[in-house]
């Protein structure tokens, strides 16, 4: 009979990475970044900071599969990401991948309630009442887009994100057009999402105090990642 294994041992606790970026490099006219390697675990939150036009953006896009990088690896479910499939490379982007960006992205034309709906209806989740609540927009529902502050949009659009259960959240410059409350209820609010769901947070900000927030703090500078945290 083997031995039983203490729960409360590091080898317990030990869980596999969600993701593994593996010596990522990129350009445009010029270099941006090389030989990136990290990783990240279920409910554990980073934070990536730097300079504007260090390439934090870009690195968001390459780690959450809407930019091939021109060398390396992102590995998620043991697979290369950039070697799958088109169809198997959306089918992880639209069922695992959460992506909140600078601009929201909602449908102008709809009410808040029928944005939410089509997640609901992509992802086979029910919304979250008690989410809309944490984010202060369950009163704007009946509401257009278009009618909504930009911070409402914003607050929609995470909520819109979080419905479909994401596996892990990547959030470029998400209170960006917050006040520094509603910022941290989004913050706290992303926070307890992901140790609830095993998830994980990859966040891009320019604001050093959400970033230290994070479990995790790394800056981009001189093509480099480099943990400061």
């Known amino acids: 009979m083997g031995e039983k294994v203490d729960n409360n041992s590091p080898i317990a606790e030990q869980k596999p990475n969600l993701l593994d970026a593996k010596n990522i490099s990129h350009e445009f ?37 809407l930019l091939t990088p021109k060398s390396g690896e992102i590995i998620y479910n043991n697979k290369n990401l950039y070697g799958l499939k088109k169809k198997e490379l959306l089918n992880i982007r639209r069922e695992d991948f959460g ?19 089509i997640a609901t209806l992509l992802s086979g989740n029910d919304v979250d009442q008690e989410l809309l609540k944490k984010l202060n927009i369950e009163f704007v529902l009946n509401q257009s887009v278009g009618e909504l502050s930009g911070g409402q949009q914003q607050r929609l659009s995470i909520a819109r994100v ?58 981009l500078e001189n093509l480099q990642l480099k943990e400061l945290k």
């Open 99 to 117: 992506i909140i960006f600078q601009a929201h992205y909602l449908f102008r034309g709809f009410s808040a309630s029928d944005n939410l709906k």
């Open 29 to 65: 006219d010029y270099k941006l970044f090389e030989n990136i390697t990290f990783s990240i675990k279920p409910k554990e939150s980073i934070s990536i900071i730097g300079m504007s036009g260090s390439g934090k953006s870009t690195l968001l896009n390459i780690l959450s599969s």
């Open 162 to 219: 979080l419905t479909k259960k994401p596996k892990i959240i990547f959030a470029d410059e998400p209170t960006g057009n917050l006040d520094k409350d509603t910022a941290q209820i989004v913050m706290d609010t992303l926070f307890e999402y992901i140790k609830d769901n095993d998830a994980a947070l990859v966040l891009v900000t320019h604001e050093n105090d959400l970033a230290e927030q994070c479990d995790k703090v790394y800056k």
